[in-house]
């Protein structure tokens, strides 16, 4: 069964950092698509981030472009995305999503969220 | 940067039709997909590929795509579809465009 399970979200002040860990079970990342994507308080979601299989090239939106970096540790089977200078907008929740083979298909496979509150 | 627009809301009552636009000036050209998120639940993709639906969807989901305009219809919406849902593509083949998704439908069924 797949499953993927978000942790290290918080409460964190404006230009801080943190990073969010997505750690998968029953497949391996190494072998799927993997991306973020948030959802603001009462709002529609939002694509962040997507890091692709062989190359591990990381595509990342414009919104955060410069300030979040995906990565994955295939040895321990997990996701990353580090948040820095982060910004009151940056309040959300973050989900990791994983890509299916077949049929082919993006964020097939959803974990339950980290939720992240920028403030003071 | 590239949109794709849906309408905030669609009303139905319970068995009628209900149908979910979403348009996007890519969409001759890249697939649509579609998410369910009931309330306080994450998402679920619903169809892939404009028009396939995953093995656990009920048979009352179906899409459509022509032009620059992808369509999800329920058909004969019961009240568990009460939900928002959302349409995602992207613009390009290449691996660094970005996805994007629609600003998703509050569908009502009462």
């Known amino acids: 069964e797949v499953q993927l399970l978000e942790s290290g979200g918080g409460l964190v002040q404006p230009g801080g950092s943190l990073r969010l860990s997505c750690a998968a079970s029953?497949?391996?990342?190494?072998?799927?698509?993997m991306n973020w994507v948030r959802q603001a308080p009462g709002k529609g979601l939002e694509w962040v981030s997507s890091?692709?299989?062989?190359?591990?090239?990381?595509n990342i939106a414009d919104s955060v472009k410069g300030r979040f970096t995906v990565s994955r540790d295939n040895s321990r089977n997990t996701l990353y995305l580090q948040m820095n200078r982060l910004r009151a907008e940056d309040t959300a929740i973050y989900y990791c999503?994983?890509?299916?083979?077949?049929?082919?298909?993006?964020?097939?496979?959803w974990g339950q969220g980290t939720l992240v509150t920028v403030s003071s | 940067s590239y949109e794709l627009t849906q309408p905030p809301s669609v009303s139905v009552s319970p068995g009628q039709t209900a149908r979910i636009t979403c348009s996007g000036d890519?969409?001759?050209?890249?697939?649509a997909y579609w998410y369910q998120q009931r309330s306080g639940q994450t998402p679920v993709l619903v169809i892939y590929?404009?028009?396939k639906r995953p093995s656990a969807i009920p048979e009352r989901f179906s899409g459509s795509s022509s032009g620059t305009m992808a369509t999800l219809t329920i058909s004969g919406a019961q009240i568990e579809d009460e939900a928002d849902y959302y349409c995602?593509?992207?613009?390009?083949?290449?691996?660094?465009?970005?996805?994007?998704f629609g600003g998703g439908t509050k569908l009502t069924v009462l």
């Open positions: 995602y593509s992207t613009d390009s083949s290449d691996n660094h465009s970005p996805w994007v």
């Open positions: 890091i692709s299989v062989g190359d591990d090239s990381a």
């Open positions: 999503a994983r890509d299916e083979l077949v049929p082919p298909a993006p964020l097939a496979h």
């Open positions: 890519a969409l001759p050209k890249k697939y």
């Open positions: 029953g497949f391996s990342i190494s072998t799927y698509a």
């Open positions: 590929e404009d028009k």
